[in-house]
């Protein structure tokens, strides 16, 4: 090299010791934020960092005090970031797994504030001053919302699916057709669900096509359970076929078998059998869906059907283990209520049933407090409503759409996701789109605030 010092070690010899750096005036601020111990740590990790990238060779300027600690700042920064936080959701996709799912009515989620906040008669009985039932306010809901005899509430729908095949097919098979072996996302399998609960997954039929004489063929001496799945997340078209449910509620009842149907997203409306009410009437003995999707209420796995299935998943020990949470019996039970006599308050059902007309309006509205520099316009465009419910069926929409002048669309994006709070965009035909279907007229004036900076 150049002779005399070596200059990275010169370099380390000038790294600042860590009082200089805790006594520097740029340090009140972190100290005030974070507190001594992990600005200590942290001004440590950062030298040490140093530290191994000059020894490691690495031509670099020594940092100076100021640096050192904006370092450290934003590290911790970062370290400390909450992780949940609240979101403005443009993807037009109403029911959006990664952003949550269903946001809860207000009067769901204050029955879920006053259940954390206070005590409350989760299991027990005011007039006998006993022991009461953790669900059974949930539970007689469901039973009036879905024309079932018996009702159970667990954690998710995975949670019910699993409860359910444990306690009706342990130690004997489970029949399901080829055609709805479907993974559900992150990773959650029916077959491994199955084999879980202690079953043995008997597949039968075709991808495409299942009839009732491959059911048939399929039940032994061990058949348990014949299992519908409501083929979530993907739609098949062109050559298929499946057996109407109530065909195969017949050939259960003519084996002495369960019928099982679950519906993922499963919805309280309407008499089809990806409905709740629809698929007992066509003759589940139990049907099971999510809380949090068409439903529009809280994390939680609903299960309705006949007094003798429901009753074998009550008496079954995993339900300990799979038990709702207060806070979420309390937005669940609201949740429930709110579809008998408000269901226009359920946001889910709203943002579903918003028209397209109406959307168009609300791009309008943005469009009006938007700078010229946004570049903004406004196209139709289709929205989904996500969460393995109603498949493949787009949901017309209108869109605002962005185009600033020197920023691609993907960096458009990523900015939108940068600021407070965070907007989460889609791209589109090479454009950054608004879809208005997910945007509630309360987040407008946020979203264009967050534009507005963007576009400055
Ligand atoms: C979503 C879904 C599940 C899983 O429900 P979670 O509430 O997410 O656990 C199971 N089956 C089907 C068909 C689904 O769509």
Known sequence: ???????????????????????HPACRA??????????????????????????????????????????????????????????????????????????????AAEAAHQAATTYGTLEFDLAEGTRGDRTGAVERQLCALTGAVAALAVNNGAAAILLALSALASGGDVVVSRGELVEIGGGFRIPDVIE????????????????????????????????????????MSGFTQSVPLQHLAGLARRHGL??????????????GETSLPGALAAGADLVTASGDKLLGGPQAGLIAGTRDA???????????????????????????????????????????ATSPSQLADRAARLVAQLPAKAGAGIVACDGYA????????????????????GVSSSELARRLRGGTPPVIARIAQGHVQLDMRTVAEAELPALARRIGELAS
């Open 258 to 271: 369960h019928l099982v149907a679950d519906l993922g997203s499963g919805s309280l409306a309407g008499d």
């Open 386 to 405: 996500g969460g393995g419910a109603l498949p493949g069926e787009a949901l017309p929409s209108h869109a605002v759409t962005l185009a600033i002048v």
């Open 1 to 23: 090299m150049h002779g005399g010092a070596d200059p990275d070690r010169s370099a380390l010899a000038r790294l600042p010791a860590i009082g200089r750096l805790l006594a």
């Open 30 to 107: 972190p100290l005030a934020q974070f507190g001594r111990a992990a600005v200590l740590d942290g001004l440590r990790a950062t030298l040490e960092a140093h530290r191994a990238a000059l020894r490691a060779g690495h031509p670099e300027p020594v940092p100076s005090e100021e640096r050192l600690i904006a370092e450290t700042a934003s590290h911790l920064e970062r370290e400390t970031a909450p992780g949940l936080v609240p979101v403005i959701n443009a993807t037009g996709i109403v029911l959006h797994t990664n952003l949550g799912r269903a946001p809860l009515a207000p009067e």
């Open 310 to 352: 429901v009753g074998r998943l009550r008496r079954h020990p995993l339900l300990r283990a799979l038990r709702l949470d207060k806070m979420s019996v309390a937005a669940l039970e609201t949740t429930l209520r709110l579809h008998r006599h408000a269901p226009e308050r359920i946001p889910v059902l709203r943002m579903l």
């Open 196 to 235: 879980t609960g202690g079953a043995r997954l008997v597949e039968t039929g075709t991808t495409n096509r299942t009839r009732l004489a491959d059911y048939e063929s399929a039940i032994t001496g061990r058949t348990r359970v014949l299992l519908r799945v409501h083929a979530s997340n993907f739609r």
